[in-house]
């Protein structure tokens, strides 16, 4: 009976220091998420917030927990036990990492009237010889907007394409120019502070709104999970993404 509470105390260190492991870790892969590859509140936009809880379930909660299940000191099986959990949270960590890598936000792209989020694994021909709209993996998801070809026919074949595949222009960086180029539509095609009125509690409004005193416009922003609002200046330039819908 005596042992029970030297094995009790074993299990806790050894449970104790797997759990402080797997935060110290985690954290970095949060920093690394939430600051660069999902800057707020896209992770939310886009869904990948279940792929991350099960990150913090099988890391954080199910391997110390099971590091306490089997940690006994002399155990003769005990490093092949803790090589097997060590696996089954690496294996987790890798597919959630790699999930959330090609579901990364790459682009946030004017189009016509609104922004429309494209993710990496939805560019249609990322890698286009001499140009500087090539996404990269691991870094943060850029503004840029969509201009339609100046000739006629090209024009009302790219329109027509978009029609028949499904497949928008802002999945295209071959359509893609810098978004200052077109400061002039983004204004006119803004919308006032008042009509978020119409879509959100105005108390949450009131909150985001002065947290950005310097916003006077916004544009929606499509997303493939939850849309949400783009927040402009007078003179068109981007202020924020905030977590506020843009419709019913």
């Known amino acids: ?34 600051f660069i590859w999902y800057p707020y509140p896209l992770l939310k936009a886009v869904g990948g917030e279940h792929i991350f809880l099960l990150l913090v379930v099988i890391d954080v909660i199910l391997g110390p927990i099971l590091t306490f299940i089997v940690y006994k000191k002399h155990k003769k099986t005990l490093k092949f036990d803790l090589a097997v959990i060590g696996l089954i949270q690496v294996a987790a960590l890798l597919y959630g990492i790699h999930s ?25 021909v990322n890698d286009i010889q001499g140009s500087q709209f090539t996404a990269k993996l691991w870094s ?22 978009e029609v028949l595949t499904g497949i928008s222009l802002a ?43 310097t916003a006077t416009r916004w544009l929606p922003l499509k997303t493939n999970g939850l849309d949400m609002v783009v927040l402009l200046n007078d003179n068109g330039d981007v202020i924020k993404i905030v977590d506020l819908r843009p419709w019913h």
């Not at 893609?176 to 006119?188: F, G, P, R």
Request: charged share 20%; aromatic share 8%; proline share 3%.
């Open 1 to 34: 009976m005596s042992d029970i509470p030297v094995l009790i105390g074993e299990k806790i260190k050894a449970f104790l220091l797997h759990l402080m492991l797997s935060i110290g870790l985690l954290a970095i892969i949060l920093l690394t998420i939430y």
């Open 100 to 124: 959330l890598l090609l579901a990364k936000p790459s682009w946030i792209v004017f189009n016509q009237n609104k922004f429309e989020l494209v993710q990496y694994n939805q560019i249609i």
């Open 171 to 213: 999945q295209q960086p071959e359509n893609y120019v810098s978004l200052t180029s077109k400061n002039k539509q983004l204004i006119s095609s803004s919308k006032s502070m008042k009509y978020l009125f119409n879509f959100n509690d105005i108390s949450e409004v009131k909150k985001v709104l002065s947290k950005c005193s």
């Open 140 to 161: 943060k998801p850029n503004f840029v907007a969509v201009e339609l070809s100046s000739d006629v026919s090209k024009r009302s074949e790219q329109i027509l394409q």
